[in-house]
């Protein structure tokens, strides 16, 4: 039979959690998980999926997904109301339809120049970038740092930001949800930005703004039409390149070389596009 000792006393209760890794409150209430039903697994990938879905060509895209929710299109009306960087910084400051806001220290909004020819997209802050609230400052970010400088790029000469504005709690995966209330700004932020190349980072970013539901190892290195839509069913293209995320490549070195690869087509791209320009 099992005997059931005292509780502890709420001081050595708390130290007995920080000593099993509870290093976060991430909720104001308790949850009663017995009470919950079974939840979906987490998924970056907003549903629906598009009926093309599985093709392995490189393809011309505009992100759907966030169109179905009421919060969704609420994000989506507050994110194109802003004319300017500074005002959809301000719009997320106020925004509260993302929960990652309440958990979060800081926003991590971007970095880098605004006018720049390379937008690079990753996936979510972690610990560093939400104390900062600046996106790639901590190890994935010297190396993606490293990466640009092998190309002639320069930090301070791209633009960086991420799919999620908020550090998931405990760099989990986020909830479509989450993503879904985000992606609006995102879809803003690169039109603000207007690159001449976007680049996403890791699987996360790739499947999201590219919305496809295969792994990055199927995504990288090609090519992809990421579409804009503007006036009377119009849409302005920008060549989009999906790559592995640098932390990725800090546990996989090996795959450093495919990296290498695709930073040298993005090295290509660039000069195309300045040898062609008017
Ligand atoms: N990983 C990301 O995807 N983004 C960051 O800002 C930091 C790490």
């Known amino acids: 039979m099992t005997m059931l000792s005292d509780p502890l006393p709420p001081l050595e209760a708390l130290r007995w959690s920080v000593d099993a890794g509870a290093d976060e409150a991430i909720g104001d209430a308790p949850i ?18 598009r009926a093309d879905a599985q093709a392995t060509t490189p393809s011309t895209t505009t992100p ?83 990466m640009l400088a092998t190309i002639g790029l320069a930090r301070e000469s791209v633009y960086i930001t991420n799919v999620l504005f908020w550090r998931p709690p405990g760099n989990r995966n986020p909830t479509s949800a989450e993503v879904a209330a985000c992606l ?49 069913g119009d849409a302005i293209s920008i060549p989009a390149l999906a790559m592995f995320h640098p932390a990725y490549l800090l546990r996989t070195p090996a795959q450093k070389r495919l990296a290498w690869r695709d930073l040298l087509a993005l090295r290509a791209k660039l000069g195309e596009l300045t040898r062609n320009a008017p």
């Open 32 to 49: 009663n998980r017995y009470a919950q039903e079974a939840p979906a697994p987490p998924s970056f990938a907003p549903e629906p999926a």
């Open 64 to 146: 759907s997904a966030a169109a179905i929710s009421p919060l969704a299109q609420d994000s989506r009306r507050i994110a194109q109301s802003a004319d300017s960087l500074e005002s959809l910084r301000a719009a997320l400051e106020t925004f509260d339809g993302c929960p990652l806001k309440k958990t979060a220290t800081n926003l991590v909004f971007g970095d880098g120049e605004p006018n720049a020819d390379v937008m690079i997209i990753g996936e979510a802050p972690g610990a560093e970038e939400d104390r900062k609230g600046a996106p790639f400052v901590g190890a994935s970010g010297q190396l993606l740092d490293r």
């Open 184 to 232: 609006p700004f995102v879809q803003r932020h690169i039109e603000l930005v207007s690159p001449k190349v976007l680049v996403f980072v890791g699987g996360a970013a790739a499947k999201t703004l590219l919305d496809r539901t295969e792994g990055i190892m199927r995504l990288r290195g090609k090519w992809y039409d990421y579409q804009i839509p503007v006036d009377a």
